[in-house]
């Protein structure tokens, strides 16, 4: 039986070697399947574009940084929900990939009637969400005729939950199942940080690396100066193009 076809939408802004790297990963791992890469470019300046508008199964968009409205990141999203081809939507962070061959066929294959929404569970007590714990938007799958209905990126109860939550706690509300990967720490890429990166569900996420390139010194706060340009993004970056022997 064929596999189902996927529109894979990303946002980035900069980045290049971890977009071209998702970009790379898509391809390995998409298996027999139609497919397509949407990137949302929020201005980058370092090629990404470039690199970008030279790969044939990339669909890019460019949203600036001027038509934010509310959540820019959210907002770039769903412009390119709103382009996809098909009606099986993976969103994933350009500075996450997929590491695993089976991370579409247990995530958004898994999706029908029943069950809407698949991905990375983030586990948070914030106050909007009874739950405990929501599909992080750094990796989740859904149905296009879902989204703006069911599936929503914004903050809608303010600032008691995080973005994309929202989604989690309508689709229960609903009745529906959600398919749930546990995010667990990728040990064989600790470069300084003892939670991050990440694995779930196939995908590894490496987190932080759009604010690292725009605005460091509020991360270096927030964590405590574990995560910063010299302490984890070079670090990182050497230990990926070990493991996966890029030449580039």
């Known amino acids: 039986m064929a596999l189902p076809p996927v529109s894979i939408v990303t946002v980035t802004r900069d980045g290049l ?56 990141h959210a907002e770039a999203a769903a412009r390119g929900i709103r382009a996809a081809r098909h009606e099986r939507i993976v969103l994933i962070d350009s500075d996450a990939h997929p590491v695993a061959p089976g991370w579409l066929e247990g995530t958004v294959d898994r999706l029908d009637g029943n069950t809407r929404l698949a991905g990375a569970t983030f586990v948070d007590n914030h106050a909007g969400n009874p739950h405990g714990w929501y599909i992080h938007p750094h990796f989740m799958g859904f149905l296009r005729s879902d989204f703006e209905q069911l599936v929503v990126l914004r903050k809608c109860r303010g600032e008691t939950t995080d973005t994309g939550e929202e989604a989690t706690i309508r689709v229960l509300a609903a009745g529906y199942d959600i398919v749930r990967h546990p995010i667990t720490f990728a040990s064989d890429f600790a470069v300084g940080h003892p939670r991050v990166p990440t694995l779930a569900g196939g995908v590894f996420h490496a987190w932080y690396v759009s604010r690292l390139l725009h605005t460091a010194p509020e991360v270096a706060r927030e964590t405590g100066g574990q995560v910063t340009p010299e302490s984890y993004l070079l670090p990182l970056m050497h230990r990926l193009r070990q493991v996966h022997g890029l030449g580039w």
């Not at 790297?21 to 090629?47: M, P």
């Not at 790969?55 to 038509?67: A, I, K, T, Y």
């Open 17 to 72: 070697f971890f977009t071209r790297l998702l970009v790379e990963k898509v391809r390995q791992f998409a298996g027999q399947r139609d497919y397509e890469i949407i990137v949302i470019d929020r201005g980058s300046v370092d090629g990404t574009r470039q690199w970008l508008r030279s790969q044939p199964d990339v669909r890019l968009f460019r949203f600036g940084q001027w038509r934010v409205r509310g959540h820019g």
